[in-house]
């Protein structure tokens, strides 16, 4: 079982930045994926990153704005936003699965986290 706990989220203004964490406890491994969902109100979650075999993968959304990266030895990954907008707002989640390949779908991964909000104003 593993247990994915992240931290991280708050209110900025548009065009700001905000650093999401998320660590894993439990029964993990360097080689598993970890990627970060979010969902904003009225809507399905969606894909926003994903981190495999240490490379780097991205909704196209967020890319240029959004860096993932990951702490193996602390079996922990960030999302580093930049250049938020106000479409950004929503809650975003952590997960995690042991998978090979590039999951980029919510039943692809098994495990996660709580969510923590991110609010963008305009």
């Known amino acids: 079982q593993v247990h994915l706990v992240e931290s991280g989220g708050g209110l900025v203004q548009a065009g700001g930045s905000l650093r999401l964490s998320c660590a894993a406890f439990?029964?993990?491994?360097?080689?598993?994926?970890m990627g970060w969902f979010r969902q904003a109100p009225g809507k399905e979650r969606e894909f926003v990153a994903t981190?495999?075999?240490?490379?780097?993968y991205y909704a196209e959304c967020v890319k240029g704005r959004f860096t993932i990266s990951r702490e193996n030895a602390k079996n922990t990954v960030h999302l580093e936003m930049d250049g938020l907008k106000p479409e950004d707002t929503a809650v975003y989640y952590c997960?995690?699965?042991?998978?090979?390949?590039?999951?980029?779908?919510?039943?692809?991964?098994?495990?996660w986290g709580q969510g923590t909000q991110v609010t963008v104003s305009s």
């Open positions: 997960a995690a699965t042991a998978r090979v390949g590039v999951p980029y779908k919510e039943w692809e991964y098994d495990y």
């Open positions: 981190t495999s075999g240490d490379r780097p």
């Open positions: 439990g029964r993990t491994a360097s080689s598993d994926v």
